[in-house]
C-alpha cells in the first residue's frame, strides 16, 4: 500500500504535533481524491497544536488547501481528473437538522471539518466530498487559492452577518492574514477602513497600506480614537471587526464605534476575555460573530479573487516543505510574516 508523510496531531494535549507517516486515502462513493499544492497556516492550527480547540486524533491537520483531482469516487459526476479546485472544510454534517436545513452547516452538531475531525490537508493528498468541491478561477494559482477558505470566513463574518453600506467608515483591528482579507472584502463593499496595530506589526500596517486602507495607526505612536472621529464628523465607526484575537483589542474597539453601530468577532481568542457589555447596551451596539464559512461565503470569496476585488499574493510571506513544518508554525506563532504555506510536494514528484 502506497504511504505519504503528513503534519499529524498525534494526541490531545499540549503539542503532540508530529511527522508522520500513514497510508494514502483513497476516495469512497461521491468523493474526490485530491493532490494538495498548497495549504495555509491557520490560527486554528495554533490552537490545536496548543490544544485550545477540540481535535479528533489523530488527524492530518490543515483546512486551508487548493490542489488538483487525480482520482474520483463511484457516483462522482460533475469533477473530473484533473480539475484545479479549493474544497469546503465541512467533511460530514448531519444534512437533516434545523441549522443544516436552513443553511448553516457550520452550525450543525454533527459536523466534522477536514483538520480537525478528520484528515485534512498537510499531506499530499486529501479525500473530500465532492459536493464541497469549487473550482478555480483561471487567473488563481494554487497558491492564491489556499487562501479562498479564510477569505469565505472572512465574507460570511464581514458580509453576509453584519451589514457594511458604500460609505460606511469601518475599523479593522489586527493587520494579520484575516485582517488584511477583511480590509479588502469592506473596501469592496464601498467602505473606508481605518486599520489598527502596533510596533510589531509595522510590515503588515505598510502592507494594509498598499491593498487600499484610508488610514493605518500604529497604537503604540498614535490615539486612533481622533482618527476615526475626524473621518466620520465626530460620531465614530459604522462598524468595527476584531480580527487579532487579543482582549484588549476587543475591549479598546468599543470607543471606536458609534451609537448604533456593528462590531464583529472574527477572531479566536483560545480563551475566555474581559469585555464591556454595558457598552453594547448603552449604544444599541448588533454584535455579530461566525463560525468559518457557510456555502454562500464561498461563491462570492471566489468571485471577489477572480475579479481581483480581494488580493491574495501580498499575503504570502514565504513556503515551506512538509519536513519544516515546526520551523513555520514557530515562525507564524512569533508573527513573522503574514501567511505562511506548507507544499507537501516541495522536493519531491508531481502526483502520479
Known sequence: MT??????????????????????PRPGPGQVLLAVRAAGICGTDLHIY???YPTQPPVVLGHELAGEVVAVGDGVTRAAVGDRVTTETYFH???????????QPNLCPERRSIGSGVDGGFAPYVVSPER???????????????LSEPLACVVHGALELPKVTPGDVAVVAGPGAIGLLTL?????????????????????????QDLGATRVVNIGDEDPIPIVRDLTGGWGADIVFECSGAGPAALSLLDHIRRGGQYAQ???FGKPVAWDL????????????????????WRTALRLLADGSVR??????????????????????????VKLLLDPWDDADGPA
Open 312 to 337: 491574495t499574493a501580498p499575503l504570502i510571506s514565504d513556503v515551506y516543505p512538509l519536513a519544516d513544518w515546526e520551523d513555520a508554525f514557530q515562525r507564524f506563532e512569533q508573527r513573522d510574516g
Open 266 to 268: 472574527i477572531g479566536l
Open 132 to 146: 464541497n468541491i469549487h473550482w478555480l478561477p483561471d487567473n488563481l494559482s494554487f497558491q492564491e487559492a489556499a
Open 278 to 297: 454595558d457598552q453594547v447596551c448603552l449604544k444599541e451596539l448588533r454584535v455579530t460573530g461566525n463560525n468559518a464559512s457557510v456555502p454562500s461565503a
Open 50 to 52: 496548543h490544544d485550545e
Open 3 to 24: 504511504t505519504m508523510q503528513a503534519v499529524m496531531k498525534t494526541a490531545r494535549g499540549e503539542g503532540n504535533v508530529a511527522l508522520r507517516e500513514l497510508s494514502q
Open 184 to 208: 479588502q472584502v469592506a473596501r469592496a463593499a464601498g467602505a473606508a477602513v481605518v486599520v489598527l496595530g502596533t510596533a510589531a506589526d509595522c510590515h503588515r500596517l505598510a502592507l494594509a
Open 93 to 103: 454534517f448531519c444534512g437533516s437538522c434545523r441549522f443544516c436545513r436552513g443553511g
